[in-house]
């Protein structure tokens, strides 16, 4: 199994992308993180349960990263990060939700845990609308 890894993350990319980036460079596809630092722009996506869908905003402007974590799987054959992020301004009030495409990095330091076992495969769950995790791909297939 690899080991945990701490690496600060490019400006100016999209951060669900940076983070993707670095698990697959280490060929990583089930673990945990975390991360701190400041995006430029975010957007936020809430979950209606009702409606089975996001309803996302996009927040302009400078904002502290005050906590992000979340797992790494599988979706679609391919490493998938699903995240959570709480955001601070200059009026020092947080808010937050999931972390969603289009969230532009000014600077970011991730810690990457590995787990251990097969990754965990998202199938889409009929009665929530999500894709959550289903079954296991083996790591490796036997000979």
Do not use: Q
Not at 15 to 42: D, M, Y
Not at 80 to 103: E, K
Not at 114 to 135: I, K, N, Q, S
Request: charged content about 25%; aromatic content about 10%; hydrophobic content about 40%.
């Amino acid at each position: 199994m690899a080991d945990s890894f701490l690496v600060r993350l490019p400006k100016g990319m999209d951060l669900l992308e940076a983070i993707a980036e670095e698990f697959r460079k280490r060929s990583i596809s089930k673990a945990s993180f975390s991360l701190v630092g400041a995006v430029e722009r975010a957007v936020v996506g809430f979950y209606d349960l009702g409606k089975k869908e996001y309803k996302n905003t996009t927040l302009e402007g400078d904002y502290e990263i005050a906590a992000c974590m979340g797992n790494v799987s599988i979706k679609d054959g391919e490493v998938f990060v699903h995240a959570h992020i709480t955001l601070s301004g200059d009026d020092y009030r947080a808010f937050g939700g999931h972390l969603m495409p289009g969230t532009v990095l000014f600077a970011a330091e991730l810690c990457g845990t590995p787990l251990p076992g097969d990754p965990l495969v998202r199938e889409f769950d009929e009665a929530t609308g999500l894709y959550l995790w289903g079954g296991t791909r083996p790591e490796k297939e036997s000979e």
